[in-house]
């Protein structure tokens, strides 16, 4: 009998050392984990600003850390089998998710270099987007980006990957297969296509690839449509271009179309600002944790002084409402559509010395007029719904498009 209470008190002190180290090593590890003697650079996903993030390391922590450690090995089952880089991953990740803000997240340095292609919209390849097809068990070409080297060369939606440079690959190798056909911008790429039975070759030249490419087109009464996807790398840069060749093509008003458009680089959103602001309007201002107010003002006159009108809708959110607000409150466009997202805060992406980041709530924003945005959204001055019948905006004909309708008739 003494000895079943014996086995039955260690069992509960092993379970209780457990969610103790457990927590400890989660707080300690995260903390020791930032403070490093060496200096890490920050590039901000919405502002573009390189900031310096310096500290020292906490020596006493340090060594707390490694009785933890001592005791996981002394007392953890399988201490053979631990994988210590997936230890220290979960510790911060769990760490960071305590935050309890969805925007906040910590992302290995295996994931880093696919974290700031998404984020600055660009990557060097031959711009497919791929599926891995379980019928046919091959990687599947979901599409072509328009104007990219896979675009020119042919390659079509529903393609089948066979072959990279002479190596075959199966639906299983969807994880892999995008690192071999990515590469230095300049170089060549083999691919083999299977369409219809048939086998292709292609050989392509890699190139810097914009995955969200802003398109445009003329429409009735001389109005050019530009419709962002998102804010990228660059973006701006495009956009002043794309109005140019709607000017040339005899536009003289304009609609921007911004649904669905989930953000992303703030700086680019506030040039874009800058192009249709007179000088010297506020874009936005911002206020971080030290109640430290920075407010953004148009730097030059404006190069788009045509007639403009936003579209906007429950998607429209971070740098898109941005762009929206800045000229709605300023009285340069109407927004027509639905209510926006409502996404007023802004992030920063840290770079740690290991090459791992931690993308982190910074800043919330304002309006022009003062308006916080966050979880309440930007109102359009003509509420518009898709018809019931509209199963989604990626599939609308123009014929449907009630709220592109409403814009047209306004800017008549």
């Known amino acids: 009998m003494e000895e079943k209470k014996n086995r039955i008190y260690r069992t509960i002190m092993i379970v209780v050392l457990t969610i103790f180290v ?109 599926v891995a097809d379980e019928e046919s068990d091959r990687v599947l070409v979901y599409y072509p980006i328009p104007g990219s080297p896979a675009e020119k060369a042919g390659i079509k939606s529903g393609d089948l990957i066979i072959s990279v440079d002479d190596v075959e690959y199966t639906a299983k190798d969807f994880d892999r297969i995008a690192s071999f056909i990515k590469g230095k911008a300049g170089t060549k790429v083999k691919l083999i296509i299977e369409r219809e039975g048939q086998r292709i070759p292609y050989e392509l030249i890699r190139e810097k690839i914009t995955t969200n490419p802003i398109t445009a087109k003329m429409l009735e009464g001389n109005i050019g449509y530009l419709k962002v996807p998102s804010f990228d790398e660059d973006t701006a840069k495009s956009f002043k271009e794309k109005v140019q060749e709607l000017q040339n093509q005899g536009a003289q008003k304009l609609i921007i179309d911004l649904r669905n458009n989930g953000g992303g680089i ?119 719904k898709l018809p019931d019948t509209v199963k989604s905006i990626y599939s609308l004909e123009e014929s449907e498009d009630t709220q592109l309708k409403k814009a047209i008739e306004m800017l008549k």
Not at 48 to 68: A, C, F, P, Q, R
Not at 72 to 80: A, E
């Open 266 to 384: 703030v700086d680019e959103a506030v040039d874009i600002a800058d192009m249709l602001l007179e000088k010297g309007k506020t874009i936005i201002s911002t206020v971080n944790n030290k109640d430290k107010k920075t407010v953004t003002y148009s730097k030059n006159d404006p190069t788009i002084t045509m007639p403009v009108i936003v579209l906007v809708n429950e998607n429209s959110a971070s740098a898109s409402e941005i762009l929206a607000c800045s000229l709605q409150d300023n009285e340069r466009a109407k927004l027509v559509g639905t209510k926006t997202y409502g996404k007023g805060i802004i992030q920063t992406l840290l770079s740690l010395t290991d090459g791992s980041g931690l993308k982190i709530t910074t800043e919330q924003y304002y309006t022009p007029k003062e308006t916080s945005i966050h979880k309440e959204g930007i109102k359009p001055d003509e509420e518009v």
């Open 22 to 130: 457990t927590f400890m090593l989660t707080s300690f590890w995260m903390y020791s984990y930032l403070k490093e003697d060496n200096q890490t650079l920050t590039l901000s996903e919405n502002t573009g600003l390189l900031k310096e993030l310096t500290s020292s390391s906490n020596t006493s922590i340090d060594k707390y850390i490694n009785k933890i450690k001592k005791t996981i090995d002394d007392y953890y089952l399988w201490n053979n089998d631990i994988n210590e880089e997936d230890l220290k991953n979960s510790a911060i990740k769990g760490y960071v998710a305590g935050l309890g803000d969805e925007y906040t997240e910590y992302i290995p340095a295996s994931k880093m270099k696919d974290y700031t292609e998404n984020i600055t919209g660009s990557f060097v390849g031959v711009g497919i987007y791929m």
